[in-house]
């Protein structure tokens, strides 16, 4: 492969990456509806068949990246840029959107047309935890039948060599706390990706790499389907690597221009 096109493979794993980041500043919203403000929705929302718009985090990750990573909406051409496939992932219109969604959709281990997780209101949404999966083969009796309801939570914190890698017994929490829990954590990754270079794009890949995961590690990558036992940074990180051996692949074969959709 040309140097140009390992290029290619680079950005695609960085949009893959960086596709879901939405969810994490969503939730991290003093007013999480405010995605009806947000500029261009229609172009990374699905509206289903009765005219609501579905996935709406999709629109926040373009936000996020116009907000605190803005020369990615300009690497590239057009319309397809980094933060443009990241953004698409739900609306795929183009070849390399459509290696993100696949990305996406491998690595959640699912069909596009799971629930929209602001279906179940913001108060659920905010107070999910990251459930450890140590909790559950603990007891051998728990796979047996039908799963017990999981009693242990990892908290919303920074990666670290302290007690908030072990499982904590479930706790009760007011809705205040579960939303300010989620917006102190969104402020300390958001001043630390402000820390990140810009212009070169493996060095920032590395680093982004690490401070995706110093404070995604925690978060649920889906709070609408159960056990939560998946973190944010581990479902965008499998959805990077999926997203770099489909376009390594389609690359390789000289295929890219010709793939449509999937």
Known sequence: ??????????????????????????????????????????????????????????????????????????LGDGDETIAGWAARHHKPSSAIDWIVAEGDRLSAGMERGHRDESLAGWAAVQQARLEPVTARIANPAQN????????????????EFAKAIFGLPKAQRAQKKAADEYRALFDGFVRRVGQLPHGDLDRFFVEF???????????????????????????????????????????????????SAC
């Not at 794993?13 to 009806?36: C, T």
């Not at 047996?144 to 990666?159: A, F, I, V």
């Open 209 to 259: 790499l690490a401070v995706y995961e110093q404070f995604a590690w925690c978060v649920p990558a889906a709070t609408n389907s159960a056990p939560h036992d998946v973190s944010l940074f581990e479902h965008s990180r499998a959805a990077s690597a999926v997203a770099a051996a489909l376009g390594y692949q389609l690359i390789a074969a000289k295929s890219l221009d010709e793939t």
């Open 144 to 159: 047996q039948g039908s799963p017990k309801e999981q009693t242990h939570e990892l908290p919303l914190s920074e990666l």
């Open 1 to 74: 492969m040309s140097p140009d096109e390992i290029d290619v493979v680079r950005r695609v794993a960085l949009a893959a990456l960086l596709h879901d980041v939405g969810k994490f500043a969503q939730r991290a919203e003093a007013d999480p509806e405010r995605y009806r403000t947000l500029e261009n929705l229609h172009l990374f929302c699905v509206t289903d068949d009765k005219g609501a718009t579905r996935y709406h985090h999709a629109a926040y990750t373009w936000q996020f990246i116009a907000d605190h990573l803005n020369w990615l909406t300009r």
